[in-house]
Nanobody, 114 residues
Framework: QVQLVESGGGLVQPGGSLRLSCVGS????????LAWYRQTPGKQRVVVAE???????DYRNSVKGRFTISRDDLKNTVSLEMNDLKPEDTAVYYC????????WGQGTQVTVSS
C-alpha cells in the first residue's frame, strides 16, 4: 500500500520560512516525478513545484526565487523549502508522486499571518 506522509506545516509570519517534507512508503520515489501542490478553500488544487526523476525542476511563477524543491531517492523523500512567505501562500500543501492521477499525501496546512 502506497503512503505519502507530509510534515512541516504550521503558522508563520510574513517573511518567514518553512520546510515541508514528504516521505513515501510502498513506492520507489526514484521511478516517479514528484511535486508539491497547494489548495485553498473553494479553489482547485494547483502545482507549486515539480522535480523530474532526473532532478529538473519547475515552479509556479508566484513562488519562483522563494521556494526550492528537492528530492532524496535514497531516503524516499521530497522536500519544499519555502522562504519569504506571503499571506497568499496560505494553503493546504500536498505531496504528489506520479502526476495528478497518481499518489497523494494527506496534506499539511501552511498559514502565513501576522
Amino acid at each position: 500500500q502506497v503512503q505519502l506522509v507530509e510534515s512541516g506545516g504550521g503558522l508563520v509570519q510574513p517573511g518567514g520560512s518553512l520546510r515541508l517534507s514528504c516521505v513515501g512508503s510502498g513506492i520507489e520515489f526514484r521511478l516517479y516525478g514528484l511535486a508539491w501542490y497547494r489548495q485553498t478553500p473553494g479553489k482547485q488544487r494547483v502545482v507549486v513545484a515539480e522535480i523530474t526523476r532526473f532532478g529538473d525542476t519547475d515552479y509556479r511563477n508566484s513562488v519562483k526565487g522563494r521556494f526550492t524543491i528537492s528530492r532524496d531517492d535514497l531516503k524516499n523523500t521530497v522536500s519544499l523549502e519555502m522562504n519569504d512567505l506571503k499571506p497568499e501562500d496560505t494553503a493546504v500543501y500536498y505531496c504528489n508522486a506520479g502526476g495528478f492521477g497518481a499518489y497523494w499525501g494527506q496534506g499539511t496546512q501552511v498559514t502565513v499571518s501576522s
